[in-house]
């Protein structure tokens, strides 16, 4: 048992940091997709993807055009990426990963419960530590898609001499559509959270003042 703030300042401090790395990270990778907004090679688009040639609105968008997109893009990305690693320090140092992230054996039922009761197909829901097994699934998927985005990202950059990486992503088209499906991947999640929020109030609260101070049971 320890006794500790629900909310440590840093987990509070990089979580803060994600909001406008995300909107910077996103609104200039949608400025950067417009000056070929097609998936596939050139001349031979993928069948699949139904917004070939689809433009997102300009207030989406960031940079201006494609240089101004790419430096934005590549600048804050390296802070996304160091505010990642620095999370991930944290959470392995200090021990909150055990109470953070998501472990199949120990929180799918509780997510599946947790998923019933908000579709109110459970009148109670489960019970559960800081975090309940949906809410750990959630932020657990949030970091994978990441560090896939920013692995993809990488492989798009460097796709000559880093052609190992771009050919684990199956070539530079099919890294260019993970990259752009983590980032739609990402916007589910974020709108996901904000009903997870709404649904537990005293969160952001928490969050923005860390809670008060009280003895918890890593589980």
């Not at 401090?13 to 994600?18: F, G, P, R, Y």
């Not at 990778?29 to 699949?48: D, E, K, T």
């Not at 992503?169 to 996901?192: E, K, N, P, Q, W």
Request: aromatic share 14%; glycine share 10%; charged share 10%.
């Amino acid at each position: 048992m320890n006794r500790t703030r629900l909310q440590p300042l840093f987990i509070r401090l990089t979580h803060w940091l994600n909001v406008p790395l995300l909107i910077i990270m996103a609104g200039s990778g949608l400025q950067i997709l417009v000056a070929y907004p097609f998936m596939g090679p050139r001349g031979s688009s993928f069948g699949w993807y139904p917004l070939q040639g689809f433009r997102p609105p300009e207030w989406t968008r960031l940079g201006s055009w494609l240089a101004g997109g790419r430096a934005l893009h590549f600048a804050f990305g390296w802070f996304f990426v160091l505010n990642g690693i620095a999370y991930l320090v944290y959470l392995g140092t200090s021990g909150e990963w055990r109470s953070r992230l998501f472990f199949p054996r120990r929180d799918f039922s509780n997510a599946v419960g947790t998923a019933l009761h908000y579709l109110r197909l459970r009148p109670v829901p489960p019970m559960h530590g800081l975090y309940n097994g949906l809410q750990r699934l959630a932020y657990t998927s949030a970091v994978l898609l990441g560090a896939v985005a920013t692995l993809s990202g990488v492989a798009i950059w460097e796709p000559t001499q880093l052609s190992w990486l771009a050919t684990a992503f199956g070539g530079y088209d099919s890294a260019r559509v993970v990259h752009f499906v983590c980032l739609v991947a990402l916007g589910i999640f974020t709108v996901t959270h904000v009903i997870l929020v709404m649904l537990h109030p005293k969160t952001i609260v928490d969050m923005i003042a860390g809670g008060h101070p009280s003895a918890t049971l890593d589980q």
